[in-house]
């Protein structure tokens, strides 16, 4: 075993578990704490990947930006440990329906061969500025209408953990 492969196994038996911290821990701002572990572990995958960009818009983006937006919204709505673990049956069943149809999707997407998409060569070339123009050219609309989502969200969790409406 080589360095990359012991890496590898640890980068990817760490997300598992943050992700099983994140799932079954009862306090939100604890399970938070874990999501970001887990983006860092991630980002480590990509650093092994050579994907570098990837790697630091990891930690920048989601590790750094939406996880202070989620903890604001956590922390602005001030939910209890102990308030918000009910058992539900209708949210179990609807779990595991949509666990049965991502296990179906995966089998299907296991059962054929994997085809190369580049054969043979060596010359891939990719920088900053073949991220960046898309970007800001065909996927500004959507760009844009993202961070207005986000920001009437806010605006919303705002509006919503205020105890009297005046």
Known sequence: ??????????????????????IFNRNPVTSA???????????????????????????????????????????????????QRRFNLLALVGGLAVAAAFVWELALI??????????????????????VKPLFTNYMLPFEVTALLLLVAMIGVVLLSKKDLK
Request: aromatic letters at 16%; one cysteine or more.
């Open 110 to 131: 296991l059962s054929k061969p994997v085809q190369p998409v580049v054969t043979g060569t060596a010359d891939l070339k990719g920088g900053l500025d073949q991220i």
């Open 1 to 22: 075993m080589n360095l990359y492969t012991i890496l590898f196994w640890f980068f990817s038996i760490a997300m598992l578990l943050c992700g099983a911290l994140v």
């Open 33 to 83: 704490m874990f999501l970001i572990l887990l983006f860092f572990f991630m980002a480590g995958l990509f650093v092994l990947l050579e994907a570098f960009f990837l790697a630091a818009i990891q930690v920048l983006v989601y590790a750094g930006a939406v996880m202070v937006l989620f903890l604001f919204v956590i922390m602005l709505l001030d939910i209890k440990a102990t308030s």
